[in-house]
T-cell receptor, first 114, second 111 residues
Framework: KAGVTQTPRYLIKTRGQQVTLSCSPISGHRSVSWYQQTPGQGLQFLFEYFSETQRNKGNFPGRFSGRQFSNSRSEMNVSTLELGDSALYLC?????????????FGEGSWLTVV | QQQVKQSPQSLIVQKGGISIINCAYENTAFDYFPWYQQFPGKGPALLIAIRPDVSEKKEGRFTISFNKSAKQFSLHIMDSQPGDSATYFC??????????FGTGTRLTIIP
């Protein structure tokens, strides 16, 4: 069974640009979450989607957005990139995101903003 | 506000020894406490998890001890091996929604 797949794995963007990251959850999983990992702030929750609806949201500015498609695949977008957005962006999936559902992480997308 | 505090930041243990990492939480609504292991260049992988209705859970060489009254939980790695060298994160969540992570512990097992 394939794990959580994230693309691209590495990318470099210029300040002010926007970026879209993609995530394919484990087959059958309907909940997808996104996390940002940085050396300074650690792992921080961005948002969670379930059945194409955002169900939970972290404390990030509106430049960070996401969506989920009917096949549970998800994308996150960061607009007007800032240097501080450089981070590892992790996607995680679970069956339904509720009690008893283990959360599995992908290997992440490394974003560098220059 | 950091809701899950993790210590130590780094830990060096001899091969065969016991590695102990501690976490403390503030939000009493948390009801799920997982530990994740992360190797360089990889995403976090679930190691073991516990719910507050039990005080200890063991899986192989890994044990979680949980103290609900003190709002603390810890990971014990018995017979630590060089392959255990990684960064470990404790986390907590409510109804397994969003995970709130500790700051991580870099564990190094030396021969």
């Amino acid at each position: 069974k394939a794990g959580v797949t994230q693309t691209p794995r590495y990318l470099i963007k210029t300040r002010g640009q926007q970026v879209t990251l993609s995530c394919s959850p484990i087959s059958g999983h309907r909940s997808v979450s996104w996390y940002q990992q940085t050396p300074g702030q650690g792992l921080q929750f961005l948002f969670e989607y379930f059945s194409e609806t955002q169900r939970n949201k972290g404390n990030f500015p509106g430049r960070f957005s996401g969506r989920q498609f009917s096949n549970s695949r998800s994308e996150m977008n960061v607009s007007t990139l800032e240097l501080g957005d450089s981070a590892l962006y992790l996607c995680a999936s679970s069956l339904e995101g509720g009690p008893g559902n283990t959360i599995y992480f992908g290997e992440g997308s490394w974003l560098t903003v220059v | 506000q950091q809701q899950v505090k993790q210590s130590p930041q780094s830990l060096i243990v001899q091969k065969g020894g016991i590695s102990i990492i501690n976490c403390a939480y503030e939000n009493t609504a948390f009801d799920y406490f997982p530990w994740y292991q992360q190797f360089p260049g990889k995403g976090p992988a679930l190691l073991i998890a516990i719910r507050p209705d039990v005080s200890e859970k063991k899986e192989g060489r890994f044990t979680i001890s949980f103290n609900k009254s003190a709002k603390q939980f810890s990971l014990h790695i018995m017979d630590s091996q060089p392959g255990d060298s990684a960064t470990y994160f404790c986390a907590a969540s409510f109804r397994q929604g969003k995970l709130t992570f500790g700051t991580g512990t870099r564990l190094t097992i030396i021969p």
